[in-house]
């Protein structure tokens, strides 16, 4: 049975990328961002990295 989750908005993450290369094809992680991203994510924080980078957060609802 799964919990009821009304009150919670989910929500996509992004890894941060840089723009694409030289082909257009393909994306590379943003050095700036997407190192802490990753940590975040290793370390289950993804919450407060979202919070302090609400434009990489793209709302469901």
């Given at each position: 049975?799964?919990?009821?989750?009304?009150?919670?908005?989910?929500?996509?993450?992004?890894l941060?990328?840089?723009?694409?290369?030289?082909?257009?094809?393909?994306?590379?992680?943003?050095?700036?961002?997407?190192?802490?991203?990753?940590?975040?994510?290793?370390?289950?924080?993804?919450?407060?990295?979202?919070?302090?980078?609400?434009?990489?957060?793209?709302?469901?609802?």
């Amino acid at each position: 049975m799964l919990p009821d989750l009304k009150s919670v908005d989910p929500v996509g993450l992004s890894l941060p990328v840089g723009p694409p290369d030289a082909l257009g094809w393909r994306l590379s992680p943003d050095p700036e961002q997407a190192p802490a991203f990753l940590a975040a994510l290793r370390e289950d924080r993804l919450a407060q990295w979202a919070a302090r980078h609400p434009d990489q957060v793209n709302r469901t609802r």
